[in-house]
């Protein structure tokens, strides 16, 4: 399997799981509301799952920055 392949399956992958990410975190209350939370504390620090999701977000997208730069220049060739 050439490079070019990997990265174009790792860049679909990567853009998948970061859409998925980003739907789970909820704008306004965050996962809270989903599990039953709520109320008006909506300027609290994120904790728990909501801390691991943005995390996971952050994650994702300078992985998918940095494959597709590494995508771009293995095309260039």
Known sequence: MEIKNVLQISEAVIAILLSLVVLLQQGGGG???VFGGGGGDSYRSKRGLEAGLSRMTIFLAVLF?????????????
Do not use: E, M
């Open 31 to 33: 996962l809270g509301t």
């Open 65 to 77: 920055v940095i494959n597709s730069i590494a995508l771009a220049l293995v095309l260039s060739r």
